[in-house]
Nanobody, 125 residues
Framework: QVQLVESGGGLVQPGGSLTLSCAASGFTFSGYAMRWYRQAPGQERELVATITSTGGSTGYLESVKGRFTISLNNAENTVYLQMNSLKPEDTAVYYC??????????????????WGQGTQVTVSS
């Protein structure tokens, strides 16, 4: 079955860096876009970064542009989120996500979102 396993979170001081990893299995990793979301306490989950299946195109939440970089390694079925110049407002649980198509009798019937368990990032002095 589809599994997404995040790692790399932790406590870091403002201005510091962390790299999150998401190891994927159970589907053709090189065929689908991958995303990182985050959710802070009392806040809605928000999309942080997205990358196409080939890695040729990326997109970022405005507040992380220039500080975060999403990348992937198709040989290792892993997507990364490099986070630099971290701020206290980046504190959240970070989730890896992909959406896979569903088919019935060879007809496309929609998509299913898959999520990892999340990894906590805390930015504090």
């Amino acid at each position: 079955q589809v599994q997404l396993v995040e790692s790399g979170g932790g406590l870091v001081q403002p201005g510091g860096s962390l790299t999150l990893s998401c190891a994927a299995s159970g589907f053709t990793f090189s065929g689908y876009a991958m995303r990182w979301y985050r959710q802070a306490p009392g806040q809605e989950r928000e999309l942080v970064a997205t990358i196409t299946s080939t890695g040729g195109s990326t997109g970022y939440l405005e507040s992380v542009k220039g500080r975060f970089t999403i990348s992937l390694n198709n040989a290792e079925n892993t997507v990364y989120l490099q986070m630099n110049s971290l701020k206290p407002e980046d504190t959240a649980v970070y989730y890896c996500n992909t959406a896979l198509p569903n088919y019935s009798s060879m007809r496309f019937t929609g998509e299913t979102d898959y999520w990892g368990q999340g990894t906590q990032v805390t930015v504090s002095s």
